[in-house]
């Protein structure tokens, strides 16, 4: 199974109700779609797909935020993430689309759980220098679905994307 991470804009572009025909929605896609809770954001709505092009989208709405800060990732959305991958992997899903605002922390930490929890793993997250994985929905993701992976792993994780995102960024910070 392919995992993708994108910003809203790309997934609008790609799979929205006004999106660009020449570009078909592949077999099998399936998306999650995370958007800001209000009043924390100034955009309205979740994005709308084409759904009838699409095997099935998740709405859910919580921020970019530390664990225990307000709008963070609850246990139950993470519950129904998992519940979801599982669903549409029974449909028949080939590839499954994950967006938030950015595409860049929200959206990569939920994607690299699912990846280990469908086996395909998490380094298509962890080794991208354009990707800040959040860490709170990555455990929170992980433990919804029954891996357990201990915090030093974990630190080791998170140190090493930032590594690579230090490296790539180093000219921009001067």
């Known amino acids: 199974m392919d995992i993708s991470v994108m ?6 572009r ?3 109700t006004h999106r660009d025909e020449t ?4 077999h099998g896609t399936a998306i999650i ?3 800001t809770p209000e009043p924390f954001c100034g955009r309205l709505g979740s994005v709308e797909f084409e759904e009838d ?3 099935g989208v998740l709405h859910s709405r919580f ?3 530390l664990p225990g800060e307000e709008t963070e990732m609850t246990d139950e959305q993470a519950r129904q993430i998992v519940d979801f991958v599982q669903v549409m992997r029974v449909a028949g899903m ?3 689309v994950v967006h938030c605002d950015g595409g860049v922390s929200r959206s990569a930490g939920v994607a690299a759980a699912l990846g280990i929890i469908v086996g395909t793993g998490d380094s298509f997250v962890f080794d991208d220098p354009w990707k800040c994985p959040n860490m709170g929905c990555y455990k929170k993701v992980l433990r919804a679905g029954g891996v357990r992976i201990d915090d ?3 630190d080791a994780k998170e140190r090493h994307n930032e590594e690579i995102w230090m490296l790539a960024h180093a000219e921009d910070l001067g």
């Open 14 to 16: 790609r799979f929205g």
């Open 23 to 26: 570009a078909p929605v592949p």
């Open 53 to 55: 092009a699409i095997l």
């Open 7 to 12: 910003s809203r804009e790309e997934a609008i």
């Open 94 to 96: 080939e590839h499954l």
């Open 152 to 154: 030093a792993e974990i």
């Open 33 to 35: 779609s995370i958007t």
């Open 63 to 65: 921020g970019d935020v």
